[in-house]
Nanobody, 128 residues
Framework: QVLLRVSGGGLVQAGGSLRLSCAASGRTFSGYAMGWFRQAPGKEREFVAAISWSGDNTDYADSVKGRFTISRDNAKNTMTLQMNSLKPEDTAVYYC?????????????????????WGQGTQVTVSS
Protein backbone atom coordinates (compact mmCIF):
# COMPACT_ATOMS: atom_id res chain seq x y z
CA GLN A 1 0.00 0.00 0.00
CA VAL A 2 2.68 2.50 1.05
CA LEU A 3 6.36 2.24 0.23
CA LEU A 4 9.01 4.51 1.74
CA ARG A 5 12.40 5.00 0.11
CA VAL A 6 15.25 6.78 1.89
CA SER A 7 18.20 8.50 0.25
CA GLY A 8 20.97 10.91 1.22
CA GLY A 9 23.05 8.98 3.72
CA GLY A 10 26.82 9.09 3.70
CA LEU A 11 30.00 10.23 5.40
CA VAL A 12 30.48 13.78 6.65
CA GLN A 13 32.95 15.59 8.90
CA ALA A 14 31.95 16.89 12.33
CA GLY A 15 30.36 20.32 12.00
CA GLY A 16 29.21 19.59 8.48
CA SER A 17 25.76 19.15 7.00
CA LEU A 18 23.81 16.38 5.35
CA ARG A 19 20.30 16.09 3.96
CA LEU A 20 18.16 12.96 4.03
CA SER A 21 15.08 12.47 1.87
CA CYS A 22 12.19 10.04 2.05
CA ALA A 23 9.88 9.40 -0.88
CA ALA A 24 6.48 7.77 -0.46
CA SER A 25 4.88 5.84 -3.29
CA GLY A 26 1.56 4.10 -3.85
CA ARG A 27 -1.73 4.47 -5.64
CA THR A 28 -2.84 7.09 -3.11
CA PHE A 29 -1.10 8.82 -0.23
CA SER A 30 -2.85 11.39 1.96
CA GLY A 31 -3.07 12.40 5.61
CA TYR A 32 0.07 10.70 6.92
CA ALA A 33 2.28 12.12 9.59
CA MET A 34 5.92 11.26 8.96
CA GLY A 35 8.97 10.93 11.13
CA TRP A 36 12.64 10.07 11.35
CA PHE A 37 14.29 7.55 13.68
CA ARG A 38 17.87 6.43 14.11
CA GLN A 39 19.71 3.49 15.59
CA ALA A 40 23.33 3.74 16.70
CA PRO A 41 25.56 0.67 17.16
CA GLY A 42 24.60 -1.25 20.29
CA LYS A 43 21.59 0.98 21.03
CA GLU A 44 17.82 0.89 20.54
CA ARG A 45 16.10 2.72 17.72
CA GLU A 46 15.22 6.24 18.89
CA PHE A 47 13.01 9.10 17.78
CA VAL A 48 14.62 12.01 15.92
CA ALA A 49 11.91 14.24 14.42
CA ALA A 50 8.34 14.23 13.13
CA ILE A 51 6.06 16.38 11.00
CA SER A 52 2.29 16.42 10.56
CA TRP A 53 0.52 16.07 7.22
CA SER A 54 -0.14 19.83 7.12
CA GLY A 55 3.51 20.58 7.86
CA ASP A 56 2.67 23.14 10.56
CA ASN A 57 3.25 20.83 13.53
CA THR A 58 6.70 19.39 14.21
CA ASP A 59 8.54 17.64 17.02
CA TYR A 60 12.24 17.09 17.66
CA ALA A 61 14.31 15.03 20.04
CA ASP A 62 16.21 17.19 22.53
CA SER A 63 19.51 15.94 21.14
CA VAL A 64 18.86 17.46 17.70
CA LYS A 65 16.88 20.62 18.48
CA GLY A 66 18.41 23.67 16.83
CA ARG A 67 20.49 21.55 14.48
CA PHE A 68 18.02 19.44 12.48
CA THR A 69 15.04 20.66 10.45
CA ILE A 70 12.23 18.47 9.16
CA SER A 71 10.04 19.44 6.20
CA ARG A 72 7.78 17.87 3.59
CA ASP A 73 6.32 18.43 0.14
CA ASN A 74 3.01 16.61 -0.15
CA ALA A 75 2.66 17.39 -3.85
CA LYS A 76 5.76 15.25 -4.39
CA ASN A 77 5.14 12.85 -1.48
CA THR A 78 8.55 13.59 -0.02
CA MET A 79 9.98 14.42 3.39
CA THR A 80 13.37 15.91 4.15
CA LEU A 81 15.63 16.02 7.20
CA GLN A 82 18.24 18.78 7.00
CA MET A 83 21.04 18.00 9.45
CA ASN A 84 23.47 20.78 10.37
CA SER A 85 26.33 21.02 12.87
CA LEU A 86 26.66 17.25 12.85
CA LYS A 87 28.40 15.50 15.73
CA PRO A 88 30.04 12.06 15.94
CA GLU A 89 27.20 10.97 18.23
CA ASP A 90 24.79 11.51 15.32
CA THR A 91 26.33 8.48 13.64
CA ALA A 92 23.59 5.90 13.14
CA VAL A 93 21.34 4.17 10.67
CA TYR A 94 18.46 6.55 9.92
CA TYR A 95 14.93 5.36 9.16
CA CYS A 96 11.91 7.03 7.60
CA UNK A 97 8.46 6.20 8.99
CA UNK A 98 4.81 7.18 8.51
CA UNK A 99 1.52 6.97 10.41
CA UNK A 100 -2.06 7.90 9.60
CA UNK A 101 -3.87 10.30 11.94
CA UNK A 102 -7.36 11.76 12.27
CA UNK A 103 -6.38 15.38 11.60
CA UNK A 104 -3.90 17.14 9.34
CA UNK A 105 -2.04 18.46 12.40
CA UNK A 106 -1.72 15.10 14.15
CA UNK A 107 1.64 13.93 15.45
CA UNK A 108 2.18 10.39 16.74
CA UNK A 109 3.92 9.76 20.04
CA UNK A 110 7.73 9.83 19.64
CA UNK A 111 7.95 6.06 19.80
CA UNK A 112 8.33 3.33 17.20
CA UNK A 113 4.89 2.00 18.17
CA UNK A 114 3.32 5.20 16.86
CA UNK A 115 4.27 4.40 13.26
CA UNK A 116 2.80 1.79 10.96
CA UNK A 117 4.99 2.14 7.86
CA TRP A 118 8.77 1.99 7.65
CA GLY A 119 11.38 2.50 4.99
CA GLN A 120 14.83 0.99 4.71
CA GLY A 121 17.67 2.43 6.75
CA THR A 122 20.50 4.59 5.44
CA GLN A 123 23.88 4.93 7.13
CA VAL A 124 25.01 8.34 8.37
CA THR A 125 28.59 8.50 9.63
CA VAL A 126 30.06 11.64 11.21
CA SER A 127 33.83 11.66 11.60
CA SER A 128 35.60 13.60 14.35
Amino acid sequence: QVLLRVSGGGLVQAGGSLRLSCAASGRTFSGYAMGWFRQAPGKEREFVAAISWSGDNTDYADSVKGRFTISRDNAKNTMTLQMNSLKPEDTAVYYCAASYGTTSSYLPLPNIKGYAYWGQGTQVTVSS
